[in-house]
């Protein structure tokens, strides 16, 4: 480095947007910090957390019920390829995925009847009530790319996306699909049974490491929602230059940060006003998009 | 799958099917039988993929589960004075039931073990889902095509009958009001 030598007048704005600059990563940082960026932190918080016990509470649906979320999450991506490795490769591997998001809805009721607490209670029925408005434009949204490559076999809907990704012909259907996982997720804007309007919902009796269980099942059934959506929308290991597995994982992150983002961005939407959206609104723009792609389909 | 999984995996699903089904009968709260009679047709729809059955036998844990879940709403929303939400005898005439349920047990068991089974002809498809489907909509696509209609006309009309508002209650005895008067305000503002 040189002498230090003094810069024309004109200078000055530069340093003063210097100046914004660094203050602002100042702000950046301090906003990471009280938001305690490491969920380990949480982790640990909440592993040393004692187990809240509610009067006549029925133990073992709560427990299964809370634990369940995560178990459903690990079990659904087992048909879901990382490039061009798979788990299990079932010739119906769309359905086992569809009957997992299924068993959410045994989970989140039971962990709202266990604790036989009247607003865990109510977060369970508003769950039921808005899995009926949500599953079947759901199911309509992933028979979509099976009808379109003729298989429910996930590897052949990842190579029937070889030229073309399947979100350019069927845009609707990964918006609705996507608003699935949102809801099966108890996300953001459709989070209402756990929302703080009921104290929480079915969060409410919840702590220590059962609450632990189930705000990971949380997250990790939205990390498997947008890790199948990658694959049956966006190509799942098809790409330029990058190894496939790499393309994988991308895409699940880019679909996941969309959801994470849905829930600071979009309004929460109560079960009874989902259930119009759901049917008069979802279920035909999906049934639509079924049929342009099976028109498609049978074109070609 | 080698012969012994299959048949570890047979026998743990049938005594779990079994048993969990026992259970229904056994345990003393609605959310437990209801869940209990779950998992029993979930060991059903499993033990239906050791014959090869994938899509039927995934397509049972599916249905079982969401009726089960639904179950447990109508349970609630049904039962007078809530007996649902506190412990419960899950039997009516236990002894009658018991004797019908034996005998029909003993009949269709003897039924299966006496009744002389053909040969099997022929081997299985490779792909069974494809096969299942030609069987059902291929030479019966005629019956299927007035079938699917007629009960989905009897679905709606059982919703009409059964629904206690009608359009005019909604929209006024000359259907002109608008937004529709209902209980529970909707989310398109229809």
């Known amino acids: 480095m040189g002498e230090v030598g003094q810069v024309g007048v004109g200078w000055v704005v530069v340093a003063a947007l210097v100046l914004f600059a660094v203050a602002g990563a100042g702000a950046g940082l301090d906003g990471v910090l009280a938001a305690r960026c490491s969920p380990l932190v949480e982790v640990a918080r909440l592993v040393r957390q004692r187990r809240r016990r509610t009067v006549a509470a029925d133990r073992p649906l709560w427990r299964i019920g809370g634990a369940g979320l995560l178990v459903v999450a690990l079990l659904m991506v087992v048909v879901v ?3 061009r490795w798979t788990v299990a ?7 086992w995925f569809n009957a997992m998001d299924v068993v959410v809805w045994a989970m989140v009721w039971l962990a ?4 036989n607490s009247v607003h865990s209670l109510v977060g369970g029925y508003r769950f039921l009530a808005q899995a009926l408005s949500y599953e079947l434009p759901l199911m309509f949204a992933i028979t979509t790319p099976a009808v379109a490559a003729g298989s429910l076999r996930i590897a052949d809907v990842v190579r029937a996306q070889q030229p073309l990704w399947f979100v350019v012909s069927m845009p609707v259907a990964l918006l609705v699909f996507l608003t699935g996982v949102v809801a099966f997720s108890v996300w953001g804007p459709l989070g209402h049974p756990a929302g703080s309007d009921v104290a929480g919902g079915v969060l409410e009796e919840l702590s220590g490491v059962d609450r632990l269980l189930v705000l990971a ?4 059934l939205l990390a498997a929602g947008a890790a199948f959506g990658a694959t049956l929308f966006l ?9 496939a597995w790499a393309w994988s994982l991308t895409k699940t992150l880019a679909l996941l940060a969309v959801l994470v983002a849905a829930r600071r961005h979009a309004p929460s939407v109560r079960a009874d006003r989902l259930a119009e959206v759901g049917w008069l609104v979802l279920l035909p723009l999906v049934l639509v998009q ?5 028109v498609l389909a049978v074109a070609r | 799958m080698s012969a012994v999984f299959v048949d570890v995996a ?26 209990a009679l779950a998992v029993s047709f979930v060991a059903v729809g499993l033990a239906l993929l050791l014959l090869g059955l994938e899509y039927v036998g995934i397509v049972t844990v599916l249905m079982m589960v969401m009726e089960m879940a639904i179950m447990a709403v109508f349970m609630v929303m049904y039962m007078g004075m809530n007996p649902a939400l506190m412990p419960m005898n899950m039997v009516h005439s236990p002894r009658w039931a018991a004797g019908v349920a034996a005998t029909t047990f003993v009949g269709l068991a003897a039924l299966a073990l006496l009744v002389p089974w053909p040969a099997r002809r022929g081997a299985p498809p490779v792909d069974v889902t494809t096969a299942l489907g030609n069987a059902i909509m291929g030479s019966k696509m005629l019956v299927m095509l007035t079938v699917s209609p007629v009960l989905f006309a009897t679905l709606v009309a059982a919703v009409v009958l059964a629904s ?6 909604r929209f006024g005895d000359d259907l002109s009001r608008r937004p529709a008067d209902d209980p529970a305000p909707g989310g398109v503002n229809r």
């Open chain 2, 164 to 169: 206690a508002r009608g359009r005019y209650d």
């Open chain 1, 217 to 220: 099942g949380r997250y990790a």
């Open chain 2, 10 to 35: 047979f026998w743990v699903l049938s005594v779990a099917a079994v048993g969990f089904g026992a259970l229904v009968f056994r345990v003393d709260s609605m959310a437990r039988a209801t869940y």
């Open chain 1, 235 to 243: 190509g799942g290991g098809n790409g330029p230059l990058l190894p």
């Open chain 1, 112 to 115: 709202g009847w266990g604790p």
């Open chain 1, 290 to 294: 079924v049929l342009v792609v099976a």
């Open chain 1, 89 to 95: 490769d079932l010739s119906v591997g769309v359905v």
């Open chain 1, 81 to 83: 390829p990382l490039g």
